[in-house]
């Protein structure tokens, strides 16, 4: 599997963002899926995350309530919608992908996507 991140920005505090992560491949479908978010000098921290068939989904306690993932599968992409930005959600975002693992951790992750910049600066 193939992964593309795209839909990152520089937004204002408070303002809105979705990004999107499209699949190569026909298995996509079979996996669970995970954005994921670093900052310069830490770790790549959860930040939700979705299973194969959208039903469970997982967030860290940063996000919950202003972040949303979702899944199409016939499209083979995975969304997370964030609300209320912060300056402290700046990081390049990571999709990534597992097939066994719920919720995914970062060390669980099969295949990663290339990540996209969020920058949240007045």
């Known amino acids: 599997v193939q992964l593309q991140a795209s839909g990152g920005g520089l937004v204002q505090p408070g303002d809105y963002l979705r990004l999107s992560c499209v699949a190569s491949?026909?298995?996509?479908?079979?996996?669970?899926v995970g954005w994921f978010r670093q900052s310069p000098g830490k770790e790549r921290e959860f930040v939700a995350a979705?299973?194969?068939?959208?039903?469970?989904?997982n967030y860290a306690g940063s996000v919950k309530g202003r972040f949303t993932i979702s899944r199409d599968n016939a499209k083979r992409t995975a969304y997370l919608s964030m609300d209320s930005l912060r300056p402290e959600d700046t990081a390049v975002y990571y999709c990534?992908?597992?097939?066994?693992?719920?919720?995914?951790?970062?060390?669980?992750?099969?295949?990663w996507g290339q990540g996209t910049q969020v920058t949240v600066s007045s």
């Open positions: 491949g026909r298995t996509f479908g079979d996996y669970n």
């Open positions: 979705i299973n194969w068939n959208g039903i469970d989904t």
């Open positions: 990534g992908v597992d097939r066994r693992n719920w919720p995914p951790r970062a060390s669980d992750i099969d295949y």
